[in-house]
């Protein structure tokens, strides 16, 4: 099984500020996303990670509040632009090899927004 | 669409007693099912899943869980609860003709063990 490591594991940021969340494979993975996790909710999508090309977002998110990077197949960074205290969550990474059971996911990284 | 409903938040057992969290879905297709399990500070694990194969599906730690299609559920059970079972579930529904198979999960269940 694919190892996934997410850094920061957690962060408390200022209003306005940014933050970028890095997430490494130690295997090529051919499918990359990124999750939020707000408090007592479920985990939403935020977007497909796309190697090489723009990432693919799902409704109510954006590329300017969530830019994505995914220079290869075992890296991926997701930005939190502007940052308001609506944005404290937790946000997981995740990779996918070959068959869709083999879905991996990083610890998370815990967002606190002052 | 689909969606995953989880019923209560939080569930606590006494060690050695049946667990049981429970999942109901709905979906306008033939779904698969998954139980995640995320235990403090680590990564979400898959427990089990259901691609229509069996009906009663077994995962690791002695899980196991029922599709029972009339019911629209997918209910999580182990029949001894051990102390290290101590941790967040997920249930988590997938739409298997989909592009990209995106889950989409429950809310979560905190399942506290007591000794």
């Known amino acids: 099984s694919a190892v996934i490591s997410q850094k920061p594991s957690r962060d408390i940021c200022q209003r306005g500020t940014s933050l970028t969340i890095q997430c490494q494979v130690d295997s090529q993975v051919t499918m990359m996303f990124w999750y939020r996790q707000q408090p007592g909710q479920s985990l939403t999508l935020i977007a497909t990670?796309?190697?090489?090309?723009?990432?693919?977002?799902e409704s109510g998110f954006v590329i300017d509040k969530f830019p994505i990077s995914r220079p290869n197949l075992t890296f991926s960074t997701l930005t939190v632009s502007n940052m308001s205290p609506e944005d404290s969550s937790i946000y997981l990474c995740?990779?996918?090899?070959?068959?869709?059971?083999?879905?991996?996911f990083g610890s998370g990284t815990q967002l606190s927004v002052l | 669409a689909q969606s995953v409903t989880q019923l209560g938040s939080h569930v606590s057992v006494s060690e050695g007693a049946l667990v049981l969290l429970r999942c109901n879905y709905s979906?306008?297709?033939?779904?698969?099912l998954f139980w995640y399990v995320q235990y403090p500070n680590q990564g979400l694990q898959l427990l089990l899943k259901?691609?229509?194969?069996?009906?009663l599906v077994k995962g690791i730690n002695g899980f196991e869980a029922e599709f029972k299609k009339s019911e629209t559920s997918f209910h999580l059970t182990k029949p001894s609860a051990h102390m290290s079972d101590a941790a967040e579930y997920f249930c988590a529904v997938s739409d298997p003709g989909g592009s990209n198979y995106k889950l989409t999960f429950g809310k979560g269940t905190l399942l506290t063990v007591n000794p």
């Open positions: 995740s990779g996918r090899t070959g068959t869709f059971e083999k879905l991996f």
């Open positions: 979906s306008s297709v033939p779904p698969y």
């Open positions: 990670a796309n190697q090489g090309s723009e990432a693919t977002y």
């Open positions: 259901y691609t229509s194969a069996a009906t």
